[in-house]
């Protein structure tokens, strides 16, 4: 069992900053790959941003490359996401999730086996 918890989340004006943090307690976390996923109202749960095992492999959506960037930190069992230059199609309740099957870094949802509760980001125009 992997537990996750988000914080970070908030309301911004676009072109701001924020971090978000992903605590994870449980079974040994620094084996695990970790990503990032985020679900707008009335839309499906899409890929944010991924990181290998020990943080030497990242991937991000084509719709974040640039602006975000996913890091983490296995002496803390924390995983980040910077977001920069945000802009309001970035609203949405971003989810951090663990695949410990994988140490590698991995974009499909159903590859993820625990997921945290998820908090909202608005970003205002």
């Known amino acids: 069992q992997v537990q996750l918890v988000e914080s970070g989340g908030g309301l911004v004006q676009a072109g701001c900053s924020l971090r978000l943090s992903c605590a994870a307690s449980?079974?040994?976390?620094?084996?695990?790959?970790m990503g990032w996923f985020r679900q707008a109202p009335g839309k499906e749960r899409e890929f944010v941003a991924a990181?290998?095992?020990?943080?030497?492999?990242?991937t991000s959506a084509d719709s974040v490359k640039g602006r975000f960037t996913i890091s983490r930190d296995n002496a803390k069992n924390t995983v980040y996401l910077q977001m920069n230059s945000l802009k309001p199609e970035d609203t949405a309740v971003y989810y951090c999730?663990?695949?410990?099957?994988?140490?590698?870094?991995?974009?499909?949802?159903?590859?993820?086996?625990?997921w945290g509760q998820g908090t909202q980001v608005t970003v205002s125009s």
């Open positions: 990181i290998s095992w020990r943080g030497r492999t990242t």
């Open positions: 449980g079974r040994t976390f620094s084996n695990c790959a």
């Open positions: 999730a663990a695949a410990p099957k994988y140490i590698t870094v991995v974009v499909t949802p159903s590859a993820y086996e625990y």
